[in-house]
């Protein structure tokens, strides 16, 4: 009997998520993971290690209330945003519910549900990267929670908000709907964080990870009203934020730490627009998505092709030609300039 044997079925089947470390590579550029390609400098202030810490730390709670234009209350600080996903999916799915998400999307949806043993129903997105309302609603049966990312990774696109108000219309009183926000500093007024009073039932998932380029600190939250928030204190682990990390993220939640956010947003947005004109005149490219984020999502004629010569030369692009929809496609995270120079003639040379 071996010992992987003893666990669950559902852990037994389960391909765990091709987070971009674990894929890889040897490069010295990293334009994989949608993260920010410099580092914010931070010293700790808070040196008491020998207690454990708050359950959750007052001026992280605070300081994101106040960044997000929320109370406190409504607002709950998890170890990344990927544990809030896993968090949400272990308190309100019973083993016999199920988890629906929208394809092509980020991979960690489905990695939770079947971590958890939850069923999915997988309703893709339309051809423009839009959500199949009347399939959805056809599906709705035995699902309790609805992920839904806005901004979408790895599409790069947003989801019409006439869309996610009717989404939120057809499961009121059903299931929860969670919208992703992952992005959404680079694109600051498509947020869903003003219908929160309509909705009890919306729940929306942030992160430190991307335009405060701290994903090395795995600190997110999930943002709802009161109630939903306290179902889910009811479950997170009773000290997930170390010391160190709530003392950094305080400290990137404060006014100059949010001045110096929207100073690497401007500079993203800026860089971001000089690769996509450069990508328009390499004959190889064939579409380049739309993006309200800091990557772009690229169509070429053969995107294998491309993938394997810029992993050879230590330039590590995210290739998407197996998600649904999207064969011959790479993400490109928005890197420095000299980083998407490097790219950029990289492409020209395949
Ligand atoms: C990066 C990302 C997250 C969360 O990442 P964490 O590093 O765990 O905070 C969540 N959703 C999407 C779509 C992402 O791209």
């Known amino acids: ?74 607002v709950i600080v998890t170890r990344g945003g990927d544990e809030s996903i896993e968090l949400i999916i272990r308190a309100f799915c019973e083993p016999s519910d199920s988890v629906l ?68 219309q057809i499961t009121a009183g059903r299931a929860i709907v969670v919208v992703d926000e992952a992005y959404i500093e680079f694109c600051p007024e498509a947020t869903m964080v003003s219908e929160l009073t309509n909705f009890p039932h919306l729940a929306i998932i942030r992160t430190l990870s991307k335009a405060f380029a701290l994903a090395g600190l795995r600190c997110g939250f999930t943002i709802a009203n009161e109630e939903l928030i306290g179902v889910l204190q009811k479950v997170i682990a009773p000290y997930p934020l170390p010391v160190p990390v709530s003392d950094i993220a305080a400290q990137a939640l404060t006014e100059q730490g949010l001045n110096e956010m929207k100073q690497r947003v401007a500079n993203v947005l ?52 197996k998600a649904l929809g999207l064969q011959n496609c790479i993400r490109i995270s928005i890197g420095t300039k000299e980083e998407l120079e490097r790219v950029v003639e990289a492409i020209k040379a395949v």
Not at 111 to 129: M, N, Q, R, Y
């Open 270 to 321: 800026e860089n971001r627009a000089w690769l996509i004109e450069q990508l328009k005149t390499i004959p190889n490219v064939m579409e380049i998505f739309d993006t309200e984020t800091n990557y772009v999502l690229v169509k070429f004629q053969d995107g294998q092709k491309v993938f394997k010569a810029l992993w050879e030369k230590g330039i590590i692009l995210r290739d998407q030609h």
């Open 1 to 74: 009997m071996q010992i992987s044997q003893l666990s669950r079925k559902n852990v037994q089947a389960l391909t765990p998520y091709q987070s971009a470390r674990r894929l890889g590579g040897n490069g010295d550029v990293w334009l994989n993971a949608n993260e920010y390609p410099t580092s914010p400098n931070f010293d700790l202030i808070n040196r008491t290690f020998n207690r454990y810490p708050e359950a959750q730390p007052a001026d992280v709670v605070n300081g994101y209330a106040q960044y997000a234009g929320v109370k406190p209350e409504n």
């Open 101 to 168: 998400y929208c394809p092509p999307t980020y991979g960690m949806y489905s990695v939770s549900a079947e971590t958890c043993g939850v069923a999915l129903k997988i309703v893709p997105l339309t051809a423009d990267f839009q959500l199949n309302l009347p399939e959805i609603e056809r599906n709705l049966d035995s699902v309790k929670v609805v992920f839904v990312c806005s901004p979408n990774n790895p599409t790069g696109t947003f989801i019409k908000r006439s869309d996610l108000l009717k989404l939120l």
